[in-house]
């Protein structure tokens, strides 16, 4: 007979901080839809994604130069940081609010709750994973537990918005792979700056090119102080601060893992929208309890 070999502490400390940071980086992701619901009435898209970006790098830039010096920000490996953020946050993100527009909010969440199989396979392809039971039990247990969160039924009008969904899960588990297995060297803060530097390039040019050529609209009063004051909820705590613990939690538990926690991202939502006078949904605190459940079981 074989015997489970207990984990050591160290080992524990870092599946407990992982996780830890999954929860929090959720948490101050979910807190950006009602900031984002609100800016979308004056702001097109694009142009509010790259003001996310804008404004969670003049946040992360400085905090890394204070962090780790000037050094460490000019050797850091930008070419492959900024091709790596272009394509997975960058075009990503561009893919999701596609699937949006093409589609609608819930699809977009129920096929979002797929982001663990994504993860999985990116790591069974770049990294060998084993699937055991446990993992596929919990694998199942989050998907399933992200669609009753949704708590309905798809658009039956997929198509394309379907297929920009589920790219945008596929490249994003792949960013954050490549985040954390590329530069080994580099602190958290800086793999996550010199990602979302990357996301930056693409989506503001994307803006600029639009915006000269008259199909993308600039945003209405952009300084306006509560405009700024949604931007900052939704770039520097809804991107900086959480992208910043969600490179963490990848950097503990592996991109499969920590993906679960997406999974539970409707039901933060829905606990914020009741601090502020919101309604009680119980098909997301079941969800929420699947997904937990789902997440314990991967990690047996």
Not at 91 to 118: E, F, H, K, N, R
């Amino acid at each position: 007979m074989t015997s489970l070999q207990p984990r050591s502490p160290a080992a524990t400390q870092s599946i407990l901080t992982g996780n830890l940071a999954g929860i929090g980086s959720m948490v101050v992701w979910a807190a950006g839809f009602p900031a984002a619901e609100v800016l979308l009435d004056t702001w097109s898209p694009l142009a509010l994604v790259t003001g996310r970006f804008l404004m969670a790098l003049a946040i992360l830039v400085p905090v890394w130069l204070v962090l780790d010096g000037t050094r460490a920000v000019r050797t850091a490996r930008w070419g492959r940081g900024t091709f790596v953020g272009s394509i997975a946050f960058g075009g990503g993100a561009y893919l999701m609010i596609l699937a949006q527009s093409l589609t609608d909010p819930v699809t977009v969440a129920v096929i979002a709750a797929c982001s663990p199989l994504a993860g999985a396979l990116i790591e069974l392809v770049y990294a060998g994973r084993r699937l055991t039971l446990a993992f596929g039990l919990g694998l199942l247990a989050s998907v399933v537990g992200g669609v009753v969160a949704v708590g309905q039924a798809p658009s039956p009008q997929l198509g394309l918005g379907a297929l920009a969904a589920v790219a945008a899960c596929i490249l994003f588990a792949w960013g954050s792979f490549m985040t954390v297995r590329d530069f080994p060297d580099l602190s958290t803060v800086g793999r996550t700056t010199i990602g979302l530097a990357g996301g930056l390039l693409v989506t503001g040019t994307a803006f600029v090119v639009g915006y000269l050529a008259g199909w993308v609209p600039a945003p209405v009063h952009p300084f306006d102080p509560k405009s700024l004051e949604l931007l900052a909820i939704y770039g520097v705590g809804a991107m900086a601060l959480s992208q910043f613990l969600w490179i963490a939690s990848v950097g503990r538990l592996g991109v499969a893992v920590a993906a679960f926690h997406i999974n539970i991202a409707p039901f933060y939502v829905m606990m914020i929208l009741l601090a502020l006078g919101g309604a009680w949904s119980w098909p997301q605190a079941i969800g929420a309890a699947i997904v937990a459940l789902g997440v314990v079981l991967a990690q047996r």
